[in-house]
């Protein structure tokens, strides 16, 4: 069983910036490539960031690109999501997710952190 438990999330002026952390307990971490989602108040859950499992390989949904940045240290188990120029849209509750390369779905998630953005 692999468990994902994020961290980092809080309350922050719009133009600020936080890092998400997301530890993992599978002793196989380097084997899978990691996701970033997020889900708002009323919205559906939706795709943020990926990154593959030798960290060299990012994916970002339009709406963050230029602004997140994935990275991941296999040596800790963790991967990050640096959030910068952060604006009210961004309020969500963030969600790290994992799955084997190969594996079309996201086998596995965290109970993820809540990020909030004052204008």
């Known amino acids: 069983q692999v468990q994902l438990v994020e961290s980092g999330g809080g309350l922050v002026q719009a133009g600020g910036s936080l890092r998400l952390s997301c530890a993992a307990s599978t002793r196989t971490f380097s084997s899978y490539a990691m996701g970033w989602f997020r889900q708002a108040p009323g919205k559906e859950r939706e795709f943020v960031a990926a990154?593959?499992?030798?960290?060299?390989?990012?994916n970002y949904a339009d709406s963050v690109k230029g602004r997140f940045t994935a990275s991941r240290d296999n040596a800790k188990n963790t991967v990050y999501l640096q959030m910068n120029s952060l604006k009210p849209e961004d309020t969500a509750v963030y969600y790290c997710?994992?799955?084997?390369?190969?594996?079309?779905?996201?086998?596995?998630w965290g109970q993820g952190t809540q990020v909030t953005v004052s204008s």
């Open positions: 997710a994992a799955k084997l390369p190969l594996s079309g779905n996201y086998a596995y």
């Open positions: 990154i593959a499992w030798g960290g060299g390989a990012t």
